[in-house]
């Protein structure tokens, strides 16, 4: 493909997207900005268009959404998420044995073999997981497909489910930043781009979110704003992480291995709907809103519900932070917990 066909096709990704995002906002969808590239490019893909994702796409739409949670980091803020601190704790033990049911689940359902399924269940990064699948001899390809459906699953059946019970926060969190200022925007995404240069350098997982949003919390927590994030750019950000999500899927996705797509189907329905109680269940003891504990239990990634939380005033830096949280321990303690469950599920290398 030359580089001009290639721009070309980018281009026809880029007006999909667009035209879902409109079409979502004439529907009155959730997330219109989000869920419409998302759905719109997956049901083109499928049907055989093979739009490809932008360059980046991902990355830039989690630096924009990453700048736009840590303008949330007053010390009030802060000082809140340490009061959180334990039931950050607790939420990581529960994320970690419902991956171990999860995993147990789809190896019952779909006959893949043990290491495929282990790293197809747990509730992290997908290309983190992929890695350490492959690494360990399990099927990359599924593993990274379990991961997709998973996190596209739960993308769209949140916040739809949240619309259709007229669930909408009216938290008191609010970006400190205030006032657009161009060049002060601009220096902050350098700023924010650098520490997520420094954490790929560190091998941090999601660094293009977690950078920026550490990098802009603390310059928030000290009083330091550069400039507010206007909608457009925060829209323009959903707009991207939807069309590196949407862009995934193709005509043979479904066709490769639909048994144990279908398993996977079933387990993140069982995780939402474990999820949904624990969430419940958290937020009565930590003293936060009922929607609030759900969408920062929920098994999705931390763009997807951090976008949730942000558009519907759900609580966008306490649900940041239990996702952000969860994901990295979870990235860095998998191996160790693949060692000691593997006995559990049957040993040896896949097929």
Known sequence: MTPRHRAWRSGLTLVAALAGAVLAIWLHLPLPWFTGPLLTLAVVNMAGARLPALPHARDGGQLIIGIALGLYFTPQVTREILRLAPWIVVNIG????????????????????AT???????????????????????????VAAAHSLRIMMVALIVPFALQWLGVRGVDHYSPVAAQ??????????????????????LGVP???????LLVTAALTT?????????????????????IALGSRFEPEFFRAAPRYLASVAVVTV????????????????????????????TPGGIGEMAITAKVLQLGAPVVSAFHAIRMAVVVLTVGLLYRIARPLLGGGVDP
Do not use: K
């Not at 200022?181 to 350098?201: D, F, Y």
């Open 180 to 201: 657009f200022v161009p060049t002060g925007l601009l220096l902050l995404a350098a700023l924010a781009a650098a520490g997520a240069v420094v954490l790929a350098r």
């Open 222 to 242: 000290q009083g330091i704003t550069f400039s507010a994030l206007p909608t457009p750019v925060s829209n323009a950000g959903q707009l991207l992480i939807g």
């Open 270 to 297: 069982v995780y939402l709907a474990v999820s949904a109680l624990f969430g419940w269940w958290l937020a009565g003891m930590a003293g936060l809103p009922i929607a609030t504990g759900v969408v920062a239990t």
């Open 206 to 212: 999601n660094q293009w979110m977690l950078g920026p």
């Open 94 to 113: 529960f994320v970690m044995l419902l991956g171990l049911l999860g995993a147990w689940l789809l190896r019952r359902f779909s006959g893949e073999g």
């Open 116 to 142: 495929t399924c282990f790293f197809a269940a747990p509730i992290g990064g997908a290309s983190e997981m992929a890695t350490q699948a492959d690494r360990h001899g399990g099927r990359v390809d599924r």
